[in-house]
């Protein structure tokens, strides 16, 4: 296991990170993703941490707050040194029936983190992540109320997730011209069957430093090998229960397809291999893992040890390529001659 910096801040994290979205199956949506209880999550964790991640991601929605309590109960029971785990957590979803009890506001964020370290059992959260956009919330009230969070020490480092990149850049003007603390991850969807970031987000954190954490990996299971043109997989899977990250499925078969060869070669299974060519994105923090099964986690575990080849990452980049879309194909021709120019610059 490999550890890299989140973003540009001086915390190192394991290049896997285990999720918790199958824990607790605690109301209807989280049901389909996962049930596993406190035995099973505990097992899980335990191996995780033996397989060398120091990193554990959780939100207050998942389970309607379970997927925490049972995250929480399993480092104490396993006794995990506090300052040997990286724990995050996110606020923005519904936390109960009051018309505050969600959002970006100063309100629910402070109500979210002391629920959180409740249910977690700690004194402070490694990473906490705005998991959403709101609508009805300026950006600087979030933005303060996130700089105050680290000032009483009950957060360390603070993160976003789901934002557009438009978004994250006037937070982080705005925390800069106040003096706040600014986000330093961003934490977001990314496969090789979707690779819609890399329009937008992914100059955007070259640009500015942040580390990315990146969610479904294998863009719900469809990229686990387990799923063809022919077949859709058996009753229980994830995609035939819950049929979420939207995929578009031609190129994502495409994608399996130009992985089941590369995979072979290796000896190990597509799913290794979707997360593999993800380790090599320079912009990626930790890639999130989730399991359901002992199984699911050590294989996703083997994918740090796996080491692509150029040609590989090349077929895999050509396969999974976004199609031209303006301003970028007029950026790509406009800005061809300057690129070049700085590159020969560079390299003397």
């Not at 370290?117 to 906490?128: P, S």
């Not at 072979?264 to 979707?274: D, I, L, W, Y």
């Not at 895999?316 to 690129?339: F, I, K, N, T």
Request: proline share 3%.
């Amino acid at each position: 296991m490999q550890y890299r910096t989140l973003g540009r801040t001086g915390l190192f994290v394991s290049e896997l990170c285990l999720g918790t979205m199958t824990f607790g199956g605690q109301g209807e949506m989280w049901s389909k993703i996962g049930d596993l209880q406190q035995n099973d999550a505990e097992k899980l964790i335990a191996r995780a941490l033996e397989g060398g991640i120091n990193f554990i991601d959780t939100a207050d929605v998942y389970s309607e707050g379970r997927a925490e309590e049972l995250t929480g109960q399993a480092l104490k029971n396993l006794k995990v040194p506090r300052d040997e785990v990286v724990i995050a957590s996110k606020v923005f979803g519904p936390s109960g029936n009051g018309i505050n009890g969600r959002g970006n506001s100063r309100f629910h964020i402070m109500e979210g983190v002391k629920a959180s370290l409740k249910r977690l059992q700690v004194e402070h959260l490694d990473l906490y992540q705005i998991h959403g956009f709101d609508a009805a919330t300026p950006i600087e009230e979030t933005v303060r109320a996130l700089d105050n969070l680290v000032q009483h020490g009950h957060v360390r480092y603070v993160g976003v997730s789901n934002w557009a990149a438009w978004q994250i850049m006037k937070a982080l003007g705005i925390a800069e011209r106040l003096g706040l603390e600014s986000f330093a991850s961003l934490q977001a969807y990314y496969t090789l069957a979707g690779r819609d970031l890399e329009r937008e987000l992914t100059p955007m954190l070259r640009s500015e430093g942040l580390g990315l954490l990146v969610w479904s990996p294998l863009a719900g299971g469809l990229l686990s090998g387990k799923y063809s043109r022919d077949e859709e997989g058996q009753q229980g899977d994830r995609r035939t229960s819950f049929d979420f990250p939207p995929v578009n499925r031609e190129r994502a078969f495409d994608c399996v397809d130009a992985m089941r060869p590369i995979a072979e070669a290796h000896g190990v299974s597509v799913a290794q291999v979707a997360l593999a060519w993800l380790l090599k994105q320079d912009v990626v923090s930790s890639v999130i893992i989730g399991a359901k099964r002992m199984d699911q986690l050590e294989d996703n575990l083997a994918a740090a040890k796996l080491e692509l080849s150029d040609d590989e990452m090349a077929t895999l980049d050509e396969v999974s390529a976004l199609p031209a879309e303006y301003p970028g194909w007029m950026l790509q021709h406009q800005g061809q001659a300057r690129r070049e120019l700085l590159a020969e610059s560079q390299k003397r």
